[in-house]
């Protein structure tokens, strides 16, 4: 059985996951760690590249890769990159390009000079609807990432552009949208979906930006079909 990589959102950490357990019991499952994120330490990052690289030494031979947000632009960059190595694609709540690259440089500039509780609020009502009521759980997550592998992700945000990649990935393709989600909103998935020759999209009602977490039941079955 080939393992699944997880790939998460920035700002968060592999328990980000934790609600797709029923569906991945029982399979090699390899979670991804960001730089600075959860156990995994600060290191040079050189765009996405380093990344998709930290990525794909992770697991050996053929994976099925799932990727969220800035997981899912690295797992875009792997599977353009590796394409033999990729069985299956899910890339949820994931956008071709994070808007203008500006944006994504005072990003980090804010946190390194004040750190992630300047921008924490912000960030959770992005992640979730109003009708989510456990996001104190993932306020306490936020927090925990080191603001400087924080900073250096929003810097590999900023040169992020994959569109010119993505006609190069041949893996099945599973595109999911979070229907309230302002980061990266339905129409981003569709372009994606738009671009890889075998791709469908799917987009989650009463979902935002971390749609895994906010609606498990419909992200799970959508996982449990592609696995």
């Known amino acids: 059985m080939s393992p699944v990589v997880l790939c998460g959102s920035l700002g968060s950490t592999a328990a980000m996951w934790d609600a797709q357990q029923p569906v991945l019991a029982g399979k090699d499952v390899i979670r991804f760690e960001l730089p600075g994120h959860g156990a995994a330490p600060v290191t040079r990052l050189d765009g996405i590249d380093t990344l998709a690289e930290q990525a794909i030494t992770s697991a050996g031979g053929r994976f099925t890769l799932v990727g969220l947000s800035l997981g899912g632009a690295v797992a875009m960059r792997v599977a353009a990159k590796h394409s033999a190595r990729v069985e299956r694609l899910v890339l949820a709540c994931t956008s071709p390009r994070f808007g203008e690259p500006s944006h994504w440089h005072e990003r980090a500039a804010t946190v390194r000079r004040n750190g992630l509780g300047t921008i924490v609020d912000a960030v959770l009502a992005r992640w979730f609807t109003p009708a989510f009521d456990d996001a104190e759980r993932y306020r306490a997550m936020f927090l925990s990432v080191h603001p400087e592998g924080y900073a250096r992700c929003c810097d590999v945000i900023a040169g992020w552009d994959g569109r010119a990649d993505l006609d190069r990935i041949e893996a099945p393709t599973l595109v999911v949208a979070g229907a309230g989600d302002p980061t990266s909103p339905p129409a981003h998935a ?19 930006h ?16 592609v696995l």
């Open 210 to 225: 971390l749609a895994n977490v906010e609606r498990p039941d419909v992200f799970n079955e959508l996982l449990r079909e």
């Open 190 to 208: 569709q372009e994606i979906a738009d671009l890889i020759p075998n791709a469908r999209t799917v987009v989650i009602d009463d979902a935002a």
